[in-house]
Structure formats: structure tokens, C-alpha cells
């Protein structure tokens, strides 16, 4: 008697990993979009967080940009603009980021200016947050 496996064992084998390997992977997808979409929502609060602390600190009008490439936070003093903080956007997460506005001006007082109650929808796949942003600087991440 010889050690090994039948050609029909392996192919059994081969089909039952299949079989496992298909019923995985949607909820695998799902839940990396699921982290994806959260890790972008939680940076865009972040980073609205963070230009209010620099508004505030720097006593000066700061910027929230946001394109598909990055997130920068630019503080504008008078003519001139310095980049304070700078992260990548949302299509490196292969996220889409959606809202009214690219830009998210905060006044001195840490408050924003000219975002009445904004709506960001932050998706992938199915995946869907909403970043809401009132006009007395509540940010919130709905789903």
C-alpha cells in the first residue's frame, strides 16, 4: 500500500476549498469596505477637528481641502497660505468622497464659515457614511 490521495480525493478536496472560498469572500469584501469607508469619515473629522484648533490657536482663517488626491489643512494669513497638515485623499483608500463643497473655511472663533448643516457622503461598494457639518461646528458620522 502506497502513501497519497486518489485523483478523486484531491479533486473532492479542491471543489469542497472552492465551495468555502466562495461563501468568504462577499462578507471579506464588505467588511474591508466597511473599514475603508470608516478610516476616510473618521480623517475628514479629524481633520475638520484639527482646523479648528489651528483657527483658534493661530487666531487666523484656516482651510479644510478636499480633493479626490488629498486632505490638506492651509492656514491663511492675510495673503499668504501655509500648509499646516496634509494627508492622503480618499481615492487611495478607493473611496468617493461626495459633499457641497471642497473647501471648509473656519473663522478664528473655531467656527465654520459659509457650511450650513453640510452633508459629505463617504461610500465604497455598498458601504455609505455621511459626515454632517452644522453651522455651530457639530460634526457628526451618520450611516
Do not use: C, H, K
Amino acid at each position: 500500500m502506497q502513501d497519497g490521495f486518489t485523483l478523486v480525493e484531491l479533486i473532492v478536496g479542491l471543489v469542497f476549498a472552492g465551495v468555502l472560498m466562495l461563501i468568504s469572500i462577499p462578507p471579506v469584501v464588505r467588511l474591508r469596505n466597511r473599514g475603508q469607508v470608516a478610516a476616510v469619515a473618521s480623517e475628514l473629522v479629524l481633520a475638520v477637528r484639527r482646523a479648528r484648533e489651528e483657527a483658534f490657536t493661530r487666531n487666523t482663517q484656516v482651510d479644510v481641502q478636499l480633493t479626490p488626491d488629498s486632505l490638506w489643512i492651509i492656514a491663511q494669513s492675510g495673503l499668504t497660505s501655509t500648509p499646516v497638515w496634509s494627508t492622503p485623499g480618499p481615492r487611495a483608500r478607493g473611496v468617493q468622497l461626495v459633499g457641497p463643497t471642497t473647501v471648509i473655511r473656519v473663522a478664528p472663533s473655531g467656527l465654520p464659515v459659509g457650511v450650513v448643516n453640510g452633508t459629505w457622503r463617504v461610500s465604497r461598494g455598498a458601504v455609505l457614511r455621511r459626515v454632517v457639518i452644522s453651522r455651530y461646528g457639530r460634526i457628526r458620522i451618520l450611516p
